[in-house]
């Protein structure tokens, strides 16, 4: 798939829609929303320092909740350790018992003023959706900057 996610016109946050062959695929993409939100991840992926990573582990009854707490977790994540992740190193999605668990897996580099975008504050549950439709996957969520 050649369009991971895109951005779209929102009246004071950033929305974003992602886009997956797969529930995996779709949420990988969203982090990359968020990351790229938040810095320059083509620009940090080419940066010569030493990078690092970071790993959120999640689950859920529901893959809407499991989409916001991964990517609330993400940023927290980001926030607390002084990061900017720039891409998804891997991604493990499962199902047992009627609940969602995900393993995320995020390569990181030490926060830059020089990679920054915007300072996101939070990630909005209201109006955030993930669903299949004829085998494509889309995940929309507000991100409050």
Request: net charge neutral.
């Amino acid at each position: 798939m050649s369009k991971k996610y895109e951005f779209v016109d929102h009246t004071a946050d950033v929305e974003f829609v992602a886009y997956g062959l797969s529930n995996e695929e779709v949420l990988t993409n969203s982090v990359l929303a968020l990351l790229d939100t938040i810095a320059d991840i083509k620009k940090l992926e080419k940066f010569k320092e030493k990078g690092s990573t970071f790993e959120v582990v999640e689950r859920s009854r529901e893959i809407r909740d499991l989409l916001w707490f991964t990517l609330q977790d993400v940023l927290s994540v980001s926030d607390a350790e002084g990061l900017y992740g720039y891409s998804v190193k891997s991604l493990h999605l499962g199902i047992s018992r009627g609940e969602y668990s995900i393993k995320l897996v995020v390569r990181a580099k030490k926060k830059n003023p020089k990679f920054s975008k915007l300072d996101v504050k939070g990630v909005s549950k209201f109006d955030m959706a993930i669903a299949e439709e004829k085998g494509l996957f889309m995940a929309k969520a507000v991100l409050d900057v």
